[in-house]
């Protein structure tokens, strides 16, 4: 009986012939290269044609918009920017300043005006100056301190102010009260569109100031009068204001 041993050795992986292996290396290059392709060049090919018909629509829905513009551009509101243009009044009306007496006290009590929307500031104040000045209408309980008579010379609203000519019937008769109260019913009125404007009063083109003083009684006036200056200079228990 023999005594040899018989050793299985591991048998060597059977290699692919050179031809099958060539096949293989190309199939996975070809693979990887349509992968490549699609990524690089379809995909953003498709996101490419996505964002044309996208803008080709947001241009049509410009079209649209400047059509419709083109055909309501009548019944649009338009505004006017230039420089230097007049004010307009948009948000208030302007206001007539006439008097109420209660006990000791005299209250300003303003009665506003209708005006258009168009009207210029010079042409509403204007109305309303010419309202006072006309007097109380019959069946109100409207008190002037202003004489009968008293005409509006000029009026001019310049950015540093207001200019206001009257004539001399402005300056005729009563005391230092009708004349105080006189100067505040022409001020307020004046200033109902822009509370904080300075008004320049004068009669029959002379400045009523320190050099020319209002009427008998000389009462004496800053120039520019402003309503704040106003309450400081005069008595707050002779004159107030529901305004």
């Known amino acids: 009986m023999s005594t040899h041993r018989i050793i299985d050795f591991p048998k060597k992986p059977r290699r692919l012939s050179r031809p099958w292996r060539t096949a293989l290396v190309s199939l996975l290059i070809g693979g990887s290269a349509v992968g490549l392709y699609w990524q690089g060049v379809y995909v953003p090919r498709q996101q490419s ?51 109420t007496v209660s006990g000791d006290e005299i209250i300003l009590t303003p009665q506003p005006l209708t005006v258009s929307t168009d009207a210029e500031s010079e042409v509403a104040i204007q109305a309303a ?51 105080t109260t006189r100067v505040a019913q022409i001020l307020y009125t004046a200033t109902s569109l822009e ?27 800053a120039q520019p009068l402003t309503r704040a200056q106003f309450v400081k200079d005069f008595p707050p228990n002779l004159l107030k204001s529901t305004n």
């Open 129 to 179: 100056l010419e309202m006072l000045l006309a007097g109380p209408k019959q069946g109100t309980d409207d008190v002037t301190a202003i004489p009968a008579g008293t005409r509006l010379l000029s009026l001019e609203v310049l950015p540093q102010g207001i200019y206001i000519d009257l004539s001399d019937d402005f300056a005729q008769g009563g005391g230092s009260s009708s004349m």
């Open 195 to 221: 509370p904080e404007a300075g008004v320049f009063l004068s009669v029959e083109g002379q400045p009523l100031d320190e050099n020319s003083p209002l009427g008998g009684e000389g009462l004496v006036l």
């Open 49 to 99: 044609q996505a964002m044309v018909v996208q803008l080709e629509e947001l241009t049509d829905s410009v079209k649209q918009i400047e059509a419709w513009l083109q055909n309501n551009a009548a019944e649009l509101p338009t505004t006017d920017n230039s420089v230097g243009s007049p004010t307009k009044i948009a948000e208030r009306r302007p206001e007539s300043y006439w008097l």
